[in-house]
């Protein structure tokens, strides 16, 4: 099996800068996640992934890291997007420590069980995934009604856009899982 439609560039290959950005997370991981070798033949498309990427996933904000990991596999689920639901799946079981909960977002989030909090965040991110252009103020009321901040209500949008184009890329290439992914947080 291919594990990519397009070339994989080995980590090696990459600009010092990339390397430098990639080698704690391969140290963490105890591999290389094959989207980053899909994404390493294009090193500035790459870089300008990593930036937006890491202000939304990682920088300080309303949303626990949990939380943000939740509209991943939400929105990716919904757009049917095997790489990051296994990849990001993974994580949110890490960060979880539930080793269900990725599976049940994925495949059916209206019946997953979670917290009002949750809810309120998984049905924004399918809303904006689903059907985008009908995204209205009454989702964002309802947010609201369930507790979710302004801060917070964008952070779902910004995460659920930003997979939006992951989940495309990822289609795109065809990049398969890595399969220390599927093991993780069981």
Known sequence: MNESRFPLTEIGELPADLRERIDPIVEKSGFVPNIFRALGHRPNEMRAFFDYHDLLMDQPGPLTKAERELVVVASSGANRCVYCVVAHGAILRVRTKDPHIADRVATNPE??????????????ALALTRTPE???????DAARAAGL??????????????????NRLAHLTGVVPNAEFHTMGR
């Open 134 to 140: 009908r995204f209205s103020d009454n989702d964002v």
């Open 149 to 166: 901040s302004n801060e917070e209500i964008w952070d779902v949008g910004a995460i659920t856009a930003f997979f939006a184009a992951s």
């Open 111 to 124: 019946q997953a069980r979670l917290t009002d909090r949750e809810r309120a965040i998984v049905d924004v």
